[in-house]
């Protein structure tokens, strides 16, 4: 499937139902699929879930439970949508928005951190993106 991040159109969902379907692995109970689509879509998506058995969440997550921060996205937002799971650690989210990765529980203002804790605390579960950077000499 592709990666809708700020792209011009909500994906169709019928054909993504169609894709998961009619996938090999779709009956497998060893297997949960799962997709993470806009933020903007994700009510489609649990208006769909009876009919197609997957999980489903959000691309990002605030790291505050709630607060004035335009455009983010709260893990009661999160849940009020039926997601439950949320990707953390883009690397976009790194290099512009200079957010740090890391589980040192005594790095203070960690907000990958924050936003991990606070997704688990509310039961949402959270997976991240291992990336290593590399600096050219």
């Not at 019928?14 to 779709?26: C, E, G, M, Q, T």
């Not at 769909?48 to 058995?53: E, G, M, Q, R, V």
């Not at 999160?78 to 439950?84: A, D, N, R």
């Amino acid at each position: 499937c592709k990666n809708q991040t700020c792209s011009n159109k909500i994906k169709d969902i019928d054909s993504l139902k169609s894709v998961i379907k009619n996938s090999r692995f779709f009956n497998n109970p060893k297997i949960n699929f799962f997709v993470i689509p806009p933020y903007t879509s994700l009510m489609m998506f649990q208006n769909s879930k009876k009919k197609l058995p997957i999980i489903y969440g959000a691309q990002n997550m605030h790291w505050e439970e709630n607060g004035a921060y335009t455009g983010e996205i709260s893990v009661k937002m999160i849940k009020s949508c039926g997601g439950q799971i949320v990707e953390l650690g883009h690397s976009e989210r790194i290099k512009f928005f200079n957010e740090k990765i890391g589980f040192n529980s005594n790095n203070k203002g960690n907000l990958f951190l924050e936003a991990f804790r606070r997704s688990l605390s509310k039961g949402i579960s959270a997976f991240f993106i291992m990336l290593i950077f590399f600096k050219s000499k």
